[in-house]
């Protein structure tokens, strides 16, 4: 039974296998909690309507939609 060198005899082949790019395993994903009471970015699609309605007061509507959410959520049993 013929056995094959484990490393290349040939000065090409060992060459190559120095520059032979290493596969690296990926980082595992790690998920991190918001830290309480933090506001996040987020992006939503509102009815023009809705929108319209906490914007007429000017600036503030987000937090006065942020309000509102909190307020449902509160009302449903919140966290």
């Known amino acids: 039974m013929a056995m094959t060198p484990r490393r290349p005899v040939n000065p090409k082949d060992a060459a190559e296998a120095l520059f032979k ?24 699609k509102l009815d023009s309507a809705v929108l319209a309605h906490f914007q007429k ?20 049993g919140g966290e």
């Open 57 to 76: 007061d000017g600036p503030g509507w987000q937090d006065r939609i942020n309000d509102a959410l909190r307020a449902v959520v509160e009302a449903d």
């Open 21 to 44: 790019p290493v596969k690296k395993p990926a980082a595992p994903v790690v998920e991190r909690r918001a830290a309480p009471d933090v506001k996040e970015l987020v992006s939503i």
